[in-house]
């Protein structure tokens, strides 16, 4: 059974950092795409970041420039840096396999002072 276990969420101040870990199981990533999504309260899921098995990147507008999504496929785990957070990146944040179609249960990022 394939799973997606995503870890790394928490409290953080405006301004500061955390990594988020997405480790798969049952399957091996490597050459696979990869994406993250968030859901805030009261919004739609929205995409964050995906990388593709060749590890090139696509960002939205709203992270670019302060999250890095990055594989290592030895550990079968992909990973975003998340930096120059604020409130606005408050959300549940998914990890995604496209094919087959996989998401992990989510991981709370709260941004607030």
């Known amino acids: 059974q394939v799973q997606l276990v995503e870890s790394g969420g928490g409290l953080v101040q405006p301004g500061g950092s955390l990594r988020l870990s997405c480790a798969a199981s049952g399957i091996r990533i490597s050459g696979k795409t990869m994406t993250w999504y968030r859901q805030a309260p009261g919004r739609q899921r929205e995409f964050v970041a995906t990388i593709t098995g060749s590890a090139s990147t696509n960002y939205a507008d709203s992270v670019k420039g302060r999250f890095t999504l990055s594989r290592d496929n030895a550990k079968n785990t992909v990973y975003l840096q998340m930096d120059s957070l604020n409130p606005e990146d408050t959300a549940v944040y998914y990890c995604?396999?496209?094919?087959?179609?996989?998401w992990g249960q989510g991981t709370q990022v709260t941004i607030s002072s």
């Open positions: 995604r396999l496209l094919i087959p179609d996989v």
